[in-house]
């Protein structure tokens, strides 16, 4: 199911980065062995292959529930044990109650990412997710270091809510602090939200 990317030709629009997209289904995982049921869907070096990418899956609103979408920089998995996660966290931000649908929010998010809208701070964004969750539908930005100046990544919080025009506050969780506590992503306890 995954593609290799293609050369991007004098035609295309190269990316700063790749960007793999991934889809799990957490709904069919068996005796907590997540990574086996994540896969590769394809990975994208142009303007052009993200939105022939984007326009031949599956809106995000429509996907099962326990079902989640990740886009992240090429040889990045999408888990806390990757190495360019470990040491990094996340920010959360529940689509209900924001002014656009979550299909729109997530195709701004991809966006922002893939445009590099974050300007030096982006070489510290690993990826986004779209979860959909039972308890309303996330979205997630991944970064790579916590021990980084906590301003930082303040900084990519508060630009991603602009881009996006999110009014609610969204919280920081750090990856140490959920493979340290037992449980669900719920339990952890927030490092900062802006």
Known sequence: MAAAPS????????????WTLWHDDTSKVRDGDWKSNIKKVCTVNSVEEFWRLF?????????????NYHLFKKN????????ANANGGAFNMQCEGER????DLWLRTMLSVIGNQYGEDGKYICGVSAKAKR????????????????????????RWKELVESTQM???????DALAAPGTSYSIKNAFAV
Do not use: Y
């Open 170 to 176: 969204i919280q920081f969780k750090k990856h140490n």
């Open 7 to 18: 050369e991007a030709g004098p035609d295309k629009h190269p990316l700063q980065d790749e």
């Open 100 to 103: 656009f649908r979550p299909h």
């Open 135 to 158: 308890r309303g539908e996330r979205l997630e930005m991944w970064l790579n270091h916590c021990d980084m100046d906590d301003e930082i990544a303040k900084r990519i919080g508060k």
């Open 55 to 67: 326009n031949n899956i599956k809106s995000f609103e429509t996907l099962v529930k326990g079902s």
């Open 76 to 83: 990045i998995e999408p888990s806390w044990e990757d190495k």
